[in-house]
DNA sequence: AAAACGGGGAA
DNA sequence: TTCCCAGTTTT
């Protein structure tokens, strides 16, 4: 049934139109100055669901600190997410430390070139394996994220749902079949520049493209609607309550997230959710699951937060308390200091109302 | 198969 | 507002 997907198609002109398209115009990337597997892979874990503009000065800035498998897993863990701090989808920072730590143990601190062995490894999934194995190593890996299914949808008018799990089976199946064997990482990286440049969500640069003499989509005049992506459910909305505590000294309380979940070990300012409580209650409340006595002074702003799947809606309020704790989870700490621990953006844009 | 998991930028 | 972005893990 790939077979019929692929009848009539020019596979080998289509690899050599697209990879000189991508050895002419391929993007100067700072993860693309050398092969070394490792870069390429902190790389791909921080493109996962993340643009490219976005990434570049954080893969800088990470690799400067962590060159090297041995560096990144000899660091602390609070350090790695600090690194991480803005980029969001944390844990994708938490897998990455417990892989290099494997990798150092495993491998000598080498990245296995062995598409088995990748996959092993937390936080590598069937894309960051072929993208390793491909732009690394120069191994045949189908490598299908979101941009190589749009791309190939509109190539070979597959009208299969992407927001499927199967269907992301089918396209490997299909770049299987016509990825370049003797350039498997340009082939890759050059569908990748293709769907970031020129075959885009929306508006597709048809005209510009290596390959619309290969793209049923645009012998159609059909690439507008393609790929097919049902949609998602809506957003559940929590509303909280946010204190910013200050002691007679201006030491500000602050709470360490669960090691589990959303945001896991972050810091954050104390947060109530308010279903659980009205205003009249909250000092009561705050005492008891802080252990403190706080006097509630004014509402300071209100903000917003998109997730995915979910919005916070916080109410901030100053708080004054004469008293102190200190434990793993609970600090008081200078203004200055709040550098120093990884706080998700919400609270990063409260501390301006301190 | 579906849900959980962040944040920013573009239309 | 809505959608999209170089996805993986957990349930």
Redesign the pocket.
Known sequence: MIEKLIEGFDTTRFQIDLIEWYNKYK?D?P??KDQDPYKIWV???M????????VIPYFQRFIEQFPTPKALAEADEQDVLKAW????????AR?LHT?VKDVVIRYNGRVPNDGKQL?T???????????IMS?AFNEPYP?V????M?VFSRVLKIEDDI????T?RLFEKVVGKIISKENPSAFN?GI??L??TIC????PQCLLCPVQSHCRAYAEGIEQWL?V?S???KK?RISYISLLIQDEHGQIMIEKRPN?????N?WQFPMIPIKEVCLKHLPKYVYEKYGIHIRLENKQGELR??????IWDIEIFQAKTTDKVENDRLKQVSQEALADYP????H?KMMQYI
Do not use: C
């Not at 937060?305 to 979910?310: G, K």
């Open positions: 993007r990337l993860w693309r790389s791909e874990i493109l996962q669901q993340t643009q490219v503009d976005t701090e803005g980029l969001g989808y944390y844990s994708r897998n892989a996959l490894l937390k936080g590598i999934g069937p894309y960051t394996r072929g993208a732009i490598a994220d979101g941009n190589v749009r927001a499927q799990a199967k992301r990286q990748m520049d769907g970031a885009t969500p929306k508006s790929p992506k949609k998602a459910k559940k589990e979940g959303l945001l896991a972050l937060h998109v997730f995915t799947h979910l706080f998700p953006v919400p990063q």
